[in-house]
């Protein structure tokens, strides 16, 4: 598995980051490459939800919530990952305070198909880019927890 993990402080209270973090059929609202989201299950948010997250690319994948902990962060699992050349992806996202503010800390995890070359691929380009996509989330998350 390749992992790769980004911290960002906000500017704002832990709260604040959960009311935008915890609308988990809504993370279009601030993550910039999910250009849309489909609700696949009903009811509160919490483990067993899933959503399909339709990326600005044109792909999509399917994410599974294996661990939720209210108010402090959550895990998934990715599913359907085609035709990402991916086999597996989890990622955790955990708010913790600091100061007048919040830590959030963003990890994910991931095995490229194709062996030894996929492992190669995954470090070179892939994990620089997961990198940026969790950046680019965590600037969104700060947007609009400030706004919360």
């Known amino acids: ?4 993990e ?12 959960w009311a935008v973090l915890g609308r988990y059929m809504h993370i279009n609202d601030f993550a910039p490459a999910v250009a849309k989201v ?7 948010d919490g483990v ?17 919530v294996t ?11 990715g599913s359907e990952l085609a035709p990402m050349p991916l086999t597996s992806l989890t990622a ?10 919040s830590k959030v800390a963003w990890s994910t995890a991931f095995q ?17 880019m ?3 996509v969790i950046d680019a989330n965590l600037e969104g998350l700060a947007e609009e927890s400030g706004r919360a």
Request: charge should be positive; glycine fraction near 14%; include cysteine.
């Open 1 to 4: 598995m390749i992992q790769i």
């Open 6 to 17: 980004r911290t960002r402080t906000l500017n704002a209270n832990p709260d604040a980051v």
């Open 38 to 44: 489909d609700a696949l299950t009903a009811g509160s």
């Open 48 to 64: 067993g939800s899933k959503r399909r997250c339709h990326f600005d690319n044109g792909g999509s994948m399917v994410e599974e």
């Open 67 to 77: 661990d939720w902990q209210e108010g402090r962060g959550y895990s998934i699992r």
């Open 92 to 101: 955790e996202i955990w708010i913790e305070p600091a100061g007048n503010g």
């Open 112 to 128: 490229v198909k194709y062996g030894p070359l996929g492992w190669l691929l995954g470090q070179v380009m892939m994990k620089p």
């Open 130 to 132: 997961m990198g940026k």
